[in-house]
């Protein structure tokens, strides 16, 4: 008897362990949500904290801001061509890159007024709700502690520090998200000109320090042109870049991952690679998810933002988010998408009169905003990490508008219609906010409204203006009584409460705006460097 008993228990055990451990989950393996294809990623969403934050912040900032060159856009790529003004800049400055070249503008480069809490202090004031850490730019150099980049990152040079660790600590004191922006899928690329050598002149077919092997840790392993193609290729993501550049960047993506946990996550393209089909990127963006998804009780709270950009990757609709580059949707996008944009270049070039005012820049975050976009600007530091006048200017000015008319922005959803005119439309629970860009003045009709009438509101308010606003619903609209004495502000918010849920009542489509005009402007004015500067003609050889 004894004999059978010892069977069934022996028997039982293992079933008995599984039992438990699926009932308390002790060491239980991490459940696998997405998978790096097409479809499985198409099961992201958009997270709630995303589409309420509404404006975020970041800088465009490394050891190209202190080249001493007004032309640092693309300056660690421009100065390896000759002819190019970053070329010139740097022959004046430093010397021929055959002998000084961009690995002594890292190491010469100092950063000493870094301060991640007071650059998180200053973006928490100006209004933003998450912030952006550049991790890694297309000069192959990281701004963490990097275990696939021991040498060339922030710790060894520039700041000295851990910017990446530095700045999620200091966004996790303020209360705000945090996130990195990295542009390594294109470096193999757009990194090969230090390859090169001068074609003409006294130093012609010196070969440049790109080509010293004792630097390929910075520089990268010499591509065939077959595989980087032409400068238009070039500047993009690389045609087929090699098995070990793939994995190179992968696991430098991994890395950053693993150890930093980003809430947002950005790739300067579409999906890498073209050689791969985007395998290697498809892998990056399901980690991202599952590391997120494993920190928020199985839900994918992060947000990844990729570019529909044609030739930049492979871009497939509903793996992620959409990231625009200073370019601004024509009408209300569904689900929401990111507008980047900058106070001017892209790096700070000691050129504060080429900043774009800050009114300019409210209007554009207000007009994103309508369409259901978020607005991050970027806010370019100085060489040693600290900012201009005229920066610290638009983020009070960013700050003081939002701390008086913020509710019309954040935590707010489109309406039926985006504009009238100067007129911007944004809902938030029963609430109809008009934000006018210009000043109203005397008799002022929102025709949008003209087929509402007076029982649908509730009340009609000017935001930060006490006294009491006459109104009325007519067939042309809703009529108000501007008051003459209005304080000067950047833009104006009418607060329309409503009886019902505005989502609810009709509208009326009334002079919609374009953004065609403005988008076609910073294209022309910005180019894809952010200086206006254009690449190379095909003949010029690096």
Same mark, same amino acid.
């Given at each position: 008897? $004894?004999?059978?008993?010892?069977?069934?228990?022996?028997? &039982?055990?293992?079933?008995?362990?599984?039992?438990?451990?699926?009932?308390?989950?002790?060491?239980?393996?991490?459940?696998?949500?997405?998978?790096?294809?097409?479809?499985?990623?198409?099961?992201?969403?958009?997270?709630?904290?995303?589409?309420?934050?509404?404006?975020?912040?970041?800088?465009?900032?490394?050891?190209?801001?202190?080249?001493?060159?007004?032309?640092?856009?693309?300056?660690?790529?421009?100065?390896?061509?000759?002819?190019?003004?970053?070329?010139?800049?740097?022959?004046?400055?430093?010397?021929?890159?055959?002998?000084?070249?961009?690995?002594?503008?890292?190491?010469?480069?100092?950063?000493?007024?870094?301060?991640? +809490?007071?650059?998180?202090?200053?973006?928490?004031?100006?209004?933003?709700?998450?912030?952006?850490?550049?991790?890694?730019?297309?000069?192959?150099?990281?701004?963490?502690?990097?275990?696939?980049?021991?040498?060339?990152?922030?710790?060894?040079?520039?700041?000295?520090?851990?910017?990446?660790?530095?700045?999620?600590?200091?966004? $996790?004191?303020?209360?705000?998200?945090?996130?990195?922006?990295?542009?390594?899928?294109?470096? @193999?690329?757009?990194?090969?000109?230090?390859?090169?050598?001068?074609?003409?002149?006294?130093?012609?077919?010196?070969?440049?320090?790109?080509?010293?092997?004792?630097?390929?840790? %910075?520089?990268? +392993?010499?591509?065939?042109?077959?595989?980087?193609?032409?400068?238009?290729?070039?500047?993009?993501?690389?045609?087929?870049?090699?098995?070990?550049?793939?994995?190179?960047?992968?696991?430098?993506?991994?890395?950053?991952?693993?150890?930093?946990?980003? /809430?947002?996550?950005?790739?300067?393209?579409?999906?890498?690679?073209?050689?791969?089909?985007?395998?290697?990127?498809?892998?990056?963006?399901?980690?991202?998810?599952?590391?997120?998804?494993?920190?928020?009780?199985?839900?994918?709270?992060?947000?990844?933002?990729?570019?529909?950009?044609?030739?930049?990757?492979?871009?497939?609709?509903?793996?992620?988010?959409?990231?625009?580059?200073?370019?601004?949707?024509?009408?209300?996008?569904?689900?929401?998408?990111?507008? $980047?944009?900058?106070?001017?270049?892209?790096?700070?070039?000691?050129?504060?009169?080429?900043?774009?005012?800050?009114?300019?820049?409210?209007?554009?975050?207000?007009?994103?905003?309508?369409?259901?976009?978020?607005?991050?600007?970027?806010?370019?530091?100085?060489?040693?990490? &600290?900012?201009?006048?005229?920066?610290?200017?638009?983020?009070?000015?960013?700050?003081?508008?939002?701390?008086?008319?913020?509710?019309?922005?954040?935590?707010?959803?489109?309406?039926?219609?985006?504009?009238?005119?100067?007129?911007?439309?944004?809902?938030?629970? =029963?609430?109809?906010?008009?934000?006018? %860009?210009?000043?109203?003045?005397?008799?002022?009709?929102?025709? &949008?409204?003209? =087929?509402?009438?007076?029982?649908?509101?509730?009340?009609?308010?000017?935001?930060?203006?006490?006294?009491?606003?006459?109104?009325?619903?007519?067939?042309?609209?809703?009529?108000?009584?501007?008051? +003459?004495? %209005? /304080?000067?502000?950047?833009?104006?918010?009418?607060?329309?409460?409503?009886? =019902?849920?505005?989502?609810? %009542?009709? @509208?009326?489509?009334?002079?919609?705006?374009?953004?065609?005009? +403005?988008?076609?402007?910073?294209?022309?004015?910005?180019?894809?460097?952010?200086?206006?500067?254009?690449?190379?003609?095909?003949?010029?050889?690096?």
């Amino acid at each position: 008897m $004894e004999n059978i008993i010892m069977f069934f228990v022996k028997r &039982s055990l293992p079933l008995l362990v599984i039992a438990a451990f699926m009932l308390f989950g002790c060491n239980r393996p991490e459940k696998v949500i997405f998978e790096p294809t097409v479809k499985s990623l198409r099961q992201y969403e958009t997270p709630k904290w995303f589409k309420d934050a509404k404006f975020g912040i970041y800088c465009h900032w490394n050891a190209q801001s202190a080249s001493k060159s007004s032309n640092n856009g693309w300056y660690a790529r421009y100065m390896y061509e000759q002819g190019h003004p970053a070329y010139n800049d740097h022959l004046k400055n430093w010397g021929h890159p055959s002998e000084v070249g961009y690995k002594d503008i890292i190491e010469a480069w100092n950063a000493d007024k870094f301060d991640a +809490e007071n650059w998180v202090r200053q973006f928490k004031d100006a209004g933003a709700k998450y912030v952006l850490t550049m991790a890694v730019h297309h000069d192959n150099f990281d701004f963490w502690d990097s275990k696939y980049q021991p040498k060339w990152n922030s710790l060894n040079y520039g700041p000295k520090v851990d910017v990446c660790g530095q700045m999620k600590q200091a966004c $996790e004191k303020e209360g705000l998200r945090w996130g990195v922006r990295t542009h390594l899928g294109r470096t @193999y690329s757009w990194f090969q000109t230090n390859k090169g050598a001068d074609s003409e002149g006294p130093k012609k077919g010196v070969a440049y320090d790109g080509n010293d092997p004792a630097y390929e840790d %910075l520089y990268l +392993e010499k591509a065939k042109p077959e595989q980087i193609g032409t400068t238009h290729s070039q500047i993009r993501h690389p045609l087929t870049p090699s098995e070990k550049w793939m994995t190179e960047w992968k696991n430098r993506m991994f890395d950053l991952i693993d150890n930093y946990h980003p /809430d947002h996550f950005y790739f300067d393209g579409a999906i890498p690679f073209m050689n791969d089909s985007g395998k290697s990127g498809m892998e990056v963006i399901a980690h991202y998810y599952n590391d997120n998804a494993s920190r928020h009780n199985g839900k994918n709270e992060g947000v990844m933002v990729i570019k529909d950009i044609k030739e930049h990757g492979f871009y497939y609709e509903g793996i992620s988010s959409v990231v625009l580059e200073r370019t601004r949707e024509n009408n209300i996008v569904y689900p929401a998408r990111e507008t $980047e944009n900058s106070t001017g270049p892209w790096f700070y070039n000691g050129n504060e009169t080429g900043y774009r005012t800050s009114k300019s820049l409210l209007h554009e975050m207000i007009d994103v905003v309508s369409k259901n976009c978020n607005f991050v600007l970027n806010i370019p530091p100085k060489p040693d990490g &600290s900012f201009d006048d005229s920066s610290l200017e638009i983020l009070q000015d960013f700050g003081f508008w939002l701390s008086k008319y913020g509710e019309a922005i954040y935590s707010s959803r489109p309406w039926k219609t985006f504009s009238e005119g100067d007129i911007r439309f944004t809902v938030n629970n =029963k609430h109809l906010y008009a934000i006018f %860009l210009n000043r109203p003045s005397g008799k002022t009709v929102i025709g &949008s409204l003209a =087929k509402w009438s007076e029982k649908d509101i509730a009340s009609v308010d000017l935001v930060g203006y006490n006294n009491k606003l006459n109104w009325k619903v007519s067939e042309s609209g809703l009529e108000l009584t501007i008051p +003459e004495s %209005l /304080d000067d502000e950047m833009a104006y918010v009418v607060k329309i409460s409503c009886k =019902k849920i505005p989502s609810e %009542l009709p @509208y009326s489509i009334v002079n919609l705006n374009s953004s065609e005009e +403005e988008n076609k402007k910073n294209k022309e004015r910005y180019g894809a460097d952010g200086h206006g500067k254009v690449a190379m003609p095909e003949n010029v050889k690096s």
